[in-house]
């Protein structure tokens, strides 16, 4: 019995902050705002080739996911070297900003 109740009490604390304000408010305009997307674009008569709907752009996303996947893997790659190569570069430009006064001066604007 107390078992239960400890899984009762513990799916309790799992699905209330998920119930909060701050979860559902969010949530419920990005589904607000995609209903939008699909009815302007349904009303509207834009050709799909100019702005899909969401629900086009899902359906494509799950019929071709076997070519798209693959182009995926690329983009998350070169983004991930991307913000390493803006990390390291970003960090010695800081020291080299903190142990040049002289360097800090010529970039930064007068005071």
Known sequence: MNS???????????????????????????????GAWELGVRISGIPPYLLPGPLLVLQTLVKDWSELFPSLLIT??????????????????????????????SFFPMR
Do not use: C, Y
């Open 76 to 105: 998350l790659k070169i983004t991930v070297v991307a913000f390493i190569a803006a990390v390291v570069s970003g960090l010695l430009v800081a020291i080299l900003f903190a142990q040049s006064k002289w360097i800090e001066r």
């Open 4 to 34: 239960r109740l400890n899984a009762a009490l513990l799916r309790h604390s799992l699905i209330r902050p998920l119930l909060s304000a701050d979860v559902l408010a969010p949530i419920s305009v990005g589904i607000l705002m995609l």
